[in-house]
């Protein structure tokens, strides 16, 4: 599908707009998916000149762009099938089975979610993460609240990152928990085990440093995210604000680089924000791989979610770590 630009306009405003006037689009098409995506089944001509696709593309008049309506719908399609299985969770008879459950009580458990294991259900892991399992341990003592939605599951950490998760088992605490999530008043430390250059560690005080910036998809790879000290126009950016200081002194030296230790404490909570910021940073995390990580000892990725704090329905501040547990 041809289109040709009449009137100056953002690229993913304009496609939105294309894609909205046609019979044949499923209802609920957001700007937010077409933002997302656009890379995917878009391109756009100026002069018999291609131009790289992003969603603050400022488009001119007589700009020709390009919609592949079927790459389109089987980004769609997928899509929706990825969001009909995160709110449709299955049981899994395993259960919490290998998954260390720090507390429990009427409102919220607290667990230690291992390395490995997939927290929401997405194509390719339908039945067993962590809400699935969490479904099952619940149903399995009559505590399943069917009307909450993901199993109680109101953050994330990613599958490789083991550490300390929490998840309501009422809907008076999942709308509690989710409100102090939204506006960052959980408080949450990892540990991560990075590579850095002997010199530039020297930099690092004792205390903690404020790591401000924006967190955008890195349009060179679509897995990673990319961190940023200064805004642009990009329209999936995101302010990203973090501390860190150092945890260790340094454990194993190689090629002038030093393994070490660094807290992470978080303030916002982007995708893949503690991973693309040390990557910047010049210390990428040991064994993290998509962001160019060293892998030594054949060990996974050397980061760990080791204390969480946040307001129970009493507004006492409560919290919980794993610093003792190996």
Known sequence: MDSIVHEDSRLDRYVHDVLAGRQDIPTGLSRTFVQS??????SVDRGGRALKVKAGLRLRTGDWVRIDMGKFMSLWEGREQERKMYTTVVANKLALRGIAVLYENDDYMVLDKPAGLVVHPAVGHATDTLA???RAYLEDKDEYERDLDRAGIVHRLDKDVRGVMVLAKSM???????????SHRVEKIYIAQVSV??????EYGSGWREVRGYIARDVRHRQRMKFAEHPTSRADERLAVMYMKLWADKTLKTDGRISTFVAVKLETGRKHQIRATLKYLGMPIIGDTLYQGREWDGVGIGLRSV???FLDLQ??????????RS
């Open 37 to 42: 995506n656009l890379p995917g089944f878009v």
């Open 132 to 134: 699935n399992r969490v």
């Open 172 to 182: 008076e605490m999942f709308v509690h928990l989710k409100a102090q999530f939204e």
């Open 197 to 202: 250059d002997e010199r530039h560690l020297r």
């Open 307 to 309: 204390y969480l704090g």
């Open 315 to 324: 507004g006492k501040f409560v919290s919980y770590d794993v610093l003792g």
